[in-house]
């Protein structure tokens, strides 16, 4: 699944991945409105309308983009309709040739995280039936755990051929809290990005390991070092635009040869709508200014090479 | 919530949860193959067993326990079918009486952390309607993000008078590789036990705090540090029984005043029809069983007093 990542990369010119994190206020109303007439105020009125602007969204930029990157958060909050949405989306993408990075960041040990990896990007055996639960190319994974809680969905993703994106240092203000704790005078998140390429090695595509990593774009002097210790590790880079990385401190996080990375827009893609930047297409016509907003992105990182 | 559970621990006299989580292969042939005969080699017939088989249980149990942990992984792997078993699990739970501990392990950051409390210990409005996707009383949190990781968690906790156990040390055999660093001298998972007990310092129920923590039963030793850095933190203990931790090794996790600790058994209770100690029962009394294997490790753990 790494090769097709990097295919569609090479195919769309685009190291990007839309992340479709949907919140209810940012669906027009034209769409919610119309769900909650049908449906009543329910959960099932907000799963239908989530699906409804996932779809408008996939359709205007499905050929510009080479994967999007669902957070399950934001659809579990709906419970089971909103998990039914969340595999439509899913399913969807997959037929449109988009891969599907479930963010989902799991972690467990043992039989459990073998259970989470069956779940998302495996399957289970119901009498001789193999059956899937959800449909996910990649998935994240919190390493707090250690090996015997990231090893279960490496094993999965040799099986399944799909493949995994590690939290090493995430994009957040208080990430250094814990992650950049120093340990004999070098921070945790670099003792993880080497253990990430160890676990990495010996599961490779062509040329980039299945195994990847979560690095975000608020920290570039971290993602240079980090680079440097996985020159082997697909890095999946959220925080840009929204949280207040920009193109210039994305370089680092690439390799010479112009991959290495992939970087996630969420609210600035699903949401350009409600930017002043956008504004002119309004609200009826939020899928024409997502994909402006992809295009606008696809330049401006273009702009660092 | 944290005095609803103290209250039931008190009533039964056992600081025992029992881990609702169910492989296929636990559940005895005359529920699955029913299901799989009235509904197919099917992800429904896998999720009607689950809810059967817990059924069963808790009905053998809830007069003897204060709590149970349904690990969402055990479910999650059988899809939508799989999570409405959850669901119907935890709701049954409730009306026993029970206080529900979903072992979710969910982390992010802001809202996305706020999604997932919103989806477990917390609620949605759709329209004017507020509405819960899932329906549990605690969940187990995954602390690596750090504290604008947490904090979202706790907003919710307090606001709908539910509660967290934070990872702080697990116990799998290679939990170490990360969580045992040290960083000036000092363990990485005191330093998370720190954080645990300052953001539970305003989050106070009348004698213990609504966010605590997990410490795995297979340290003892790290117990009896993390019991003295955290004295108000409940804290929730994994590890007796199938994953070798015993009786003795549990004392250091409780106060003087008996409390501060709850002790999970997962396989140990919910399949002890396939021991050999409870091998009498037999498959078709499984419920039996499980309740034998309450009452001795409530024995068991009252030696420790």
Same mark, same amino acid.
């Given at each position: 699944?790494?090769?097709?990542?990097?295919?569609?990369?090479?195919?769309?010119?685009?190291?990007?991945?839309?992340?479709?994190?949907?919140?209810?206020?940012?669906?027009?109303?034209?769409?919610?409105?119309?769900?909650?007439?049908?449906?009543?105020?329910?959960?099932?009125?907000?799963?239908?309308?989530?699906?409804?602007?996932?779809?408008?969204?996939?359709?205007?930029?499905?050929?510009?983009?080479?994967?999007?990157?669902?957070?399950?958060?934001?659809?579990?909050?709906?419970?089971?309709?909103?998990?039914?949405?969340?595999?439509?989306?899913?399913?969807?993408?997959?037929?449109?040739?988009?891969?599907?990075?479930?963010?989902?960041?799991?972690?467990?040990?043992?039989?459990?995280?073998?259970?989470?990896?069956?779940?998302?990007? $495996?399957? #289970?055996?119901?009498?001789?039936?193999?059956?899937? &639960?959800?449909?996910?190319?990649? !998935?994240?994974? *919190?390493? @707090?755990?250690?090996?015997?809680?990231?090893?279960?969905?490496?094993?999965?993703?040799?099986?399944?051929?799909?493949?995994?994106?590690?939290?090493?240092?995430?994009?957040?203000?208080?990430?250094?809290?814990?992650?950049?704790?120093?340990?004999?005078?070098?921070?945790?998140?670099?003792?993880?990005?080497?253990?990430?390429?160890?676990?990495?090695?010996?599961?490779?595509?062509?040329?980039?390991?299945?195994? $990847?990593? #979560?690095?975000?774009?608020?920290?570039?002097?971290? &993602?240079?070092?980090?680079?440097? !210790?996985?020159? *082997?590790? @697909?890095?999946?880079?959220?925080?840009?635009?929204?949280?207040?990385?920009?193109?210039?401190?994305?370089?680092?996080?690439?390799?010479?040869?112009?991959?290495?990375?992939?970087?996630?827009?969420?609210?600035?893609?699903?949401?350009?709508?409600?930017?002043?930047?956008?504004?002119?297409?309004?609200?009826?016509?939020?899928?024409?200014?997502?994909?402006?907003?992809?295009?606008?992105?696809?330049?401006?990182?273009?702009?660092?090479?």
């Amino acid at each position: 699944m790494i090769n097709k990542l990097i295919e569609n990369i090479k195919k769309t010119q685009a190291p990007v991945v839309v992340g479709l994190d949907p919140m209810l206020d940012y669906i027009p109303s034209h769409i919610l409105d119309q769900t909650i007439k049908e449906r009543g105020e329910t959960l099932e009125a907000a799963g239908e309308a989530i699906w409804q602007y996932n779809k408008g969204i996939i359709d205007a930029t499905y050929d510009l983009i080479p994967a999007v990157k669902p957070q399950i958060a934001m659809y579990e909050q709906f419970g089971i309709p909103g998990l039914e949405a969340f595999n439509k989306t899913a399913d969807y993408c997959r037929q449109k040739g988009l891969v599907v990075i479930g963010d989902v960041k799991r972690s467990d040990i043992g039989s459990t995280s073998a259970a989470y990896a069956n779940a998302h990007i $495996g399957s #289970v055996t119901v009498g001789n039936t193999k059956l899937s &639960g959800f449909h996910e190319d990649f !998935i994240t994974v *919190n390493p @707090y755990l250690g090996s015997d809680g990231v090893k279960p969905f490496i094993d999965v993703c040799k099986e399944e051929k799909r493949g995994i994106f590690v939290l090493v240092k995430t994009s957040n203000p208080s990430s250094g809290e814990f992650q950049d704790q120093k340990v004999e005078g070098k921070p945790l998140y670099e003792i993880v990005g080497e253990k990430v390429a160890e676990w990495g090695a010996d599961c490779m595509g062509d040329s980039y390991s299945y195994v $990847g990593a #979560v690095v975000g774009a608020t920290y570039p002097e971290m &993602g240079k070092v980090l680079r440097a !210790i996985m020159p *082997n590790t @697909y890095i999946l880079v959220p925080g840009y635009g929204a949280q207040g990385g920009s193109a210039k401190d994305l370089k680092p996080y690439f390799n010479k040869d112009g991959l290495g990375a992939i970087v996630n827009s969420s609210r600035g893609i699903i949401c350009a709508y409600k930017q002043e930047k956008y504004a002119q297409f309004g609200a009826e016509n939020y899928a024409d200014a997502s994909r402006q907003a992809v295009i606008d992105m696809r330049e401006d990182i273009a702009s660092i090479f």
